[in-house]
């Protein structure tokens, strides 16, 4: 007999679906295996990407259903964003019309495909009933102080005409158009993630199964330093200045002290009569203007730092390579040993300090390259013969009894900007009272749907639901007074990052999932995805 699939294969994915076989159901009495796959943006056809990984994941729950096992294998859709929005501007439809359309497309390739999923677990995170959950999300973080609105540097993509998150900027460049973003300073929504930096790099540890190099990914977008911070005086202006530093054991090797060209401080030097205002202004046009960061730009300020350790006055450098967001933005320049400072040093002509050195070693001499290995301490006056580790704790308690330094944990990773100026995407459920202030939005009034019928072409730093009158203007649910929406949606990653536990329950409409279910079905067993989203 000829295997004509259109026959045979519509013919028993009947019969599957009439039986239930893929069917996932809570029974304490059989092992589960919840197998999921990186759930699609509908954007219009399967790839050989989703096949891939479909395929891959499919064989996987096979398997397992085979082994005697209760298998979760469920599928659904990324369906906010601007991706969607984008391609249905280029089309001249409503987002809402091109996503369920392209979803429907999708749906009916995968089961052509005959991949075992669960289709009555199915969920859309543009669905009312998935993002009335991902806003009640962000009212249960707001409750306990993890949401917070406040202005901060953003990068701005001038062609999608929103700010994006730090992971979404690559070399520069928007992750989504590739084209270069912006720096603005803007009101915006964020959740308070650094909070749980510790608890994030140590439950990497509670994870056997991972594969290591995700886990090294994750440890540097985390970006623990255990170090000090170093009180400095700016002489001429009489102002403390923290600086925090990995390396105290240099710290008598310090012959430079450097600020972001970004920095506050900058405003505080201008006040002093010395301060080079014309040359420190010049250097930061130039720096906004150029396009080369690896270039190392830096102009003297005509102030000098006071470092605790001997009392020198160092010269007070403006740069583009301290990072304004690390740390306080200020920085010791000790160029013998920190390949950074080194550079900056001979380029600028400043001098250079060797204060570790290996054993039985000279400190005299020109350094071609600088020491950023371990050794004793040399030049470093009641330090000196210290092995520098041991030097790096007894500098630093040294100081603290002086109350100049204090031992310091900084974090590479910054709070989550959640806020987008898009249509597309689920509505920040908080309104703005002249009376009350921010005021969330009640849980009984959720889900805070998304209008369908307004002009939702992007205008620029204001969300397009700024322009329709209907959304915005509503009564305050504390005082009853007038009040304003939110108009920024929440990026399209706010509803992607709970998904897997609303696949344990999706039908569930008193809370986002139950803790049976949950229970039962956690950890996600096999999860089949880029790289990419482990940072």
Known sequence: MDYNPKVIEEKWQKRWAIEGLNKAREDASLPKAYILEMFPYPSGDIHMGHVRNYVLGDVIARYYRFKGYNVLHPMGWDAFGLPAENAAIKRGIHPARWTWSNIENMKKQLKRLGISYDWDREIATCDPSYYKWTQWFFLLMYKRGLAYKGKAKVNWCPNCKTVTANEEVIDGTCWRCHQPVEERYLEQWFFKITDYAERLLNDLDKLPGWPEHVKTMQRNWIGKSVGAEIVFRIK?????????????????????????????????????????????????????????????????????????????????????????????????????????????????????????????????????????????????????????????????????????????????????????????????????????????????????????DIDFTPTGSISPLAKSEEFVNTTCPRCGGPAKRETDTMATFICSSWYYYRFTDPHNDKAPFSKEAVTYWMPVDRYIGGVEHAV
């Open 236 to 452: 001429e202006i009489g102002r403390d200045v923290r600086v925090f530093t990995t390396r105290p054991d240099t710290l008598f090797g310090a012959t430079f002290f450097a600020v972001s060209h970004e920095s506050n401080l900058i405003d505080e030097m201008r006040k002093s009569p010395l301060f080079r205002e014309r040359e420190i202004d010049e250097l930061i046009l130039k720096i906004k203007e150029s396009n080369n960061e690896q270039e190392k730009l830096g102009e003297f300020t005509g102030l000098h730092a006071i470092n605790p350790a001997n009392g020198e006055e160092i010269p007070v450098w403006v740069t583009n390579y301290v990072l304004q967001e690390y740390g306080t933005g200020a920085i010791m320049g000790v160029p013998a040993h920190d390949e950074r400072d080194f550079d900056f040093a001979k380029k600028h002509g400043i001098p250079i300090r060797t204060v570790i050195l290996p054993p039985g070693e000279s400190p005299d001499g020109e350094l071609e390259t600088p020491f950023i290995g371990e050794g004793l301490l040399v030049n470093s006056s009641i330090f000196n013969g210290l092995y520098n580790e041991i030097a790096k704790i007894k500098i630093v308690e040294h100081l603290q009894r002086k109350g100049l330094a204090e031992p310091k944990v900084n974090y590479r990773l910054r709070d989550w900007l959640i806020s987008r100026q898009r249509y597309w995407g689920a509505p920040i459920p908080v309104v703005y009272c002249n009376n009350c202030g921010i005021v969330p939005v009640p849980e009984e009034d959720l889900p805070v749907l998304l209008p369908e």
